[in-house]
Nanobody
């Protein structure tokens, strides 16, 4: 069974870059047809898809965050990383990584559509 574990900084200052990493065990991030997403939930809001990186290594981003987002991977470590630049307090939330077979419905995120989901890491943007 694929297991995901996020790790992140906890606290990030405004205008800085947020970087969180997802370590994958029990399966390879290059496994055919798998897509690895970053999703967040801000206080009082629903789940928001940020982007994914596919098994071939091609990333795809939410249009509203595209200019600030980079998702990359390290196949040797079997992990993938989210970088979100120029953060503001509105970027505060719990950040999750998740794996799906096939591309997820990015406009309607539902945990049931993913085969694996991390526990999440809280990121707070504050000075």
């Amino acid at each position: 069974q694929v297991q995901l574990q996020e790790s992140g900084p906890g606290l990030v200052k405004p205008s800085a870059t947020l970087s969180v990493t997802c370590s994958v065990s029990g399966g390879s991030i290059t496994a055919t047809s798998y897509y690895w997403s970053w999703i967040r939930q801000s206080p009082g809001k629903g789940l928001q898809w940020i982007g994914y990186i596919g098994y071939r290594g091609t990333p795809y981003y939410r249009s509203s965050l595209k200019s600030r987002t980079t998702i990359s991977r390290d196949t040797a470590k079997n992990e993938f990383t989210l970088q979100l630049r120029s953060v503001t307090p509105e970027d505060t939330g719990v950040y999750y990584c998740a794996g799906s077979v096939g591309t997820p419905d990015t406009g309607n995120i539902n945990k049931r559509d993913f085969v694996s989901w991390g526990q999440g890491t809280q990121v707070t943007v504050s000075s």
